[in-house]
């Protein structure tokens, strides 16, 4: 079946520590995003990327890096500078045609 | 950057009784989409609008897009519990992202 994966599901981070937080899609979609959930807020755009080896800043894209080398993967990297990083990070996938998005199951992030 | 709001914020009915989110945007909205997440878990793609004045449905479902295109609705019929959960407006501008709005989250009371 296809679908979108994010792993792990849970995950634990000490202040100062980089996490990469992995997104595979086997949608052959062309287009990937991630965003960022806040407990009972909307969803905001961090970071998105049309085709592979380019992406584009979302609405909140400070402390937060990312990379597409592979159509598959599009891999969210939460840095050091990222002073409220806990939250809920959702990736999903769309052919990039104007379609509904494909939402992966999340990444709850604490950092303790 | 754009906002995109959604009244109300939350929304408590009896199992039965019908329910209505609305979508309001300042500027033109350009295609509407709306999601709905469930407690825990993550959005699932219900609905595209694109023309000014479209309704669809689905079953219970009713989604409207105003005649400006700076609103839309979704409304449910006799609510059922497999509905509770969050409902999500967002505007796909220039086909390339999603912007969303706040949120609606619907509870039944049984």
């Known amino acids: 079946d296809g679908g979108i994966t994010q792993s792990p599901k849970y995950l634990f981070r000490k202040e100062g520590q980089n996490v990469t937080l992995s997104c595979e899609q086997n949608l052959n979609h062309d287009a990937m995003y991630w965003y960022r959930q806040d407990p009972g807020q909307g969803l905001r755009l961090i970071y998105y990327?049309?085709?592979?080896?380019?992406?584009q800043k979302g609405d909140i894209a400070e402390g937060y890096s990312v990379s597409r080398e592979k159509k598959e993967s599009f891999p969210l990297t939460v840095t050091s500078a990222q002073k409220n990083p806990t939250a809920f990070y959702l990736c999903?996938?769309?052919?990039?045609?104007?379609?509904?998005?494909?939402f992966g199951s999340g990444t709850r992030l604490t950092v303790v | 950057g754009q906002q995109v709001m959604q009244i109300p914020q939350y929304q408590h009915v009896q199992e039965g009784e019908d329910f209505t989110t609305y979508c309001n945007s300042s500027t033109t909205l350009s295609n509407i989409q709306w999601y709905k997440q469930r407690p825990g878990g993550h959005p699932v793609f219900l609905i595209q609008l694109v023309k000014s004045g479209e309704v669809k449905k689905q079953k219970r479902l009713t989604f409207q897009f105003g005649e400006a295109k700076k609103n839309s609705s979704l409304h449910i019929t006799a609510t059922q519990t497999t509905d509770v959960g969050t409902y999500f407006c967002?505007?796909?501008?220039?086909?390339?992202?999603?912007?969303f709005g706040t949120g609606t989250r619907l509870t039944i009371i049984p």
């Open positions: 967002a505007d796909l501008f220039g086909n390339e992202k999603l912007t």
């Open positions: 999903a996938s769309s052919t990039g045609q104007g379609e509904g998005y494909t």
């Open positions: 990327s049309q085709i592979v080896n380019d992406f």
